[in-house]
């Protein structure tokens, strides 16, 4: 790049060095010898702007021939005729070595300058994207690149602490080999030596440390970099430090609060199964205790009642098995989808099939039209979706009262809903109760049950809420997709 230059700027000088010439010679006859000198330096300062003090210098010379063969008696020669004439030969070379030197030099600063407000330009740009919630690999990659491109190096790495020992955690540039890999990571238990800064065999090592605490290290190969570069390199070395560490106290903290959260959940379903365990437990405990108690005097009925309760808890315990089956599906992450055209009916049917005798003490009343389009659905999850929702209605409202499951066309959906005429939910609560963790809100509405038909819904892709029914309680609505009967089976 810098040779181009200096061919363009010897160009650009001897090709003003002949037009220059040319007017001269034409006009010599009217001008003094120091008009031509001045105008001839002209094209010497071109060179220098164009292609550097070399050019200029390459222009100069070729201006000192010109301007004694042109313009200094007798024309045509290099021979100078009077002492006059020599003063303003060399005056001329005076002149034109101090101005393509200053001129130089201008460049040179000029050049400097714009080298340096780009790399402080880089650098508020990297600073301002550092300052921002990154993942730590996003951070030392950035930081990496940055430094390879700002001091154009052959490889930059960064180096972590990782098991007592430095390891590179992020490179930029050559890939790097076996022994440059060695180089970089240095000699073993490098970790204790962190704060250290160094310069070694073009390896420079630069210790990333905040407050005043060390991260790791970034190590620089290549030439030697001057004064500012180490200063841009020092600046930027720390503001990576705080990001680094900033990283990584998120990472920890996100650790921590996803432990929290595992620990809330585990807690929260510990809580669940034993609340929802410990009612139809005492029912079938008292139950069995009192048909085994021989001094206990039962009539028919009443043995026929205490049977009937065993049946009924079994069957509830029952479900809740399956619902921590459910939940164990959902936190390993192995839930799939097996949707297919269904009517609703067959929804409905299986979830009556699957809520069992829970709805014995209650009316049900089934509101779905015969002509609705099929639905595109996993029959076995939505199935037990509305079978939870069956329960909860009937554990939620008092005996003899009439619980509704229903449906209508929506646009491109069916809402499937099931109401009860119990105490309702408030509207505050609305919310908390599709949750585990709030097992208070909503008058106990929330466990289990309500919690895993949740994850069934959004499974579809779809939302689960409650609002108020018509005839009092609560009504709970959800949408699935209708079949798309033009698909091409898979």
Known sequence: ??????????????????ASTAVLVALRPHLAVATCALVLVVPVVIGVAVGG?????????????????????????????????WVALWVYVAVVLVVARVVAVQQEARAVAAEREDAVRRLLAVTTTL???????????????????????P????????????????????????????????????????????????????????MQRPVGQLVVAGAPIDAFGRQLLGVLANQAALAIERSQLRAQA?????????????????????????????SITAAVTTLRDPGVALSDADRDALMETIELESDRL????????????IEAGTLTLRREPHTVTEVVDAARAAAGSALRAHRL?????????????????????????????????????RITVGAREEGDAVAVFVADEGSGVRTEDREQIFHMLDRNAGSGRAGL????????????????????????????????????????PA
């Open 1 to 18: 790049m810098a040779v181009r230059r200096t061919i363009v700027g010897c160009a650009a000088s001897l090709g003003a060095l002949a």
């Open 53 to 85: 003090f070399v050019a200029g210098l390459i222009g100069a010379t070729a201006g000192f021939l010109v301007f004694d063969w042109y313009f200094i008696p007798p024309y045509g020669t290099l021979t100078v005729g009077s002492a006059q004439d």
């Open 131 to 153: 300052m921002e919630e990154r993942p730590l690999d996003e951070v030392l990659g950035l930081v990496v690149t940055t430094v390879h491109e700002a001091f154009d190096t």
């Open 155 to 210: 490889w930059v790495a960064v180096l972590l602490p990782e098991d007592g020992a430095l390891a590179v955690a992020a490179t930029a540039g050559d890939p790097l080999s076996d022994a440059e890999r060695a180089e970089a990571i240095g000699a073993p238990g490098a970790a204790q030596a962190m704060a250290l800064v160094g310069e070694a065999s073009g390896v420079r090592r630069i210790a990333l440390t905040a």
């Open 254 to 282: 996100l650790r921590s609060e996803l432990l929290e959260e595992v620990d809330r959940w585990r807690s929260a379903l510990v809580g669940a199964v034993s609340h929802d365990l410990r009612t139809p437990l005492a």
């Open 318 to 329: 029952a479900r809740l098995v399956a619902n921590l089956l459910d939940v164990g599906r």
């Open 365 to 401: 009343v089934v509101e779905v039209d015969d002509d609705l389009p099929l639905v595109s659905v996993d029959l076995v999850l939505i199935a037990q979706v509305v079978a939870n929702l069956l329960a909860n209605a009937a554990q939620h409202s008092p005996e003899g009262t």
């Open 449 to 488: 049950g309500l919690a895993i038909s949740t994850a069934f819904v959004e499974a579809h892709g779809q939302h689960l809420w409650v609002d108020d029914a018509p005839r009092g309680g609560a009504r709970f609505t959800f949408r699935v997709p209708l079949a798309d009967l033009h698909a091409v």
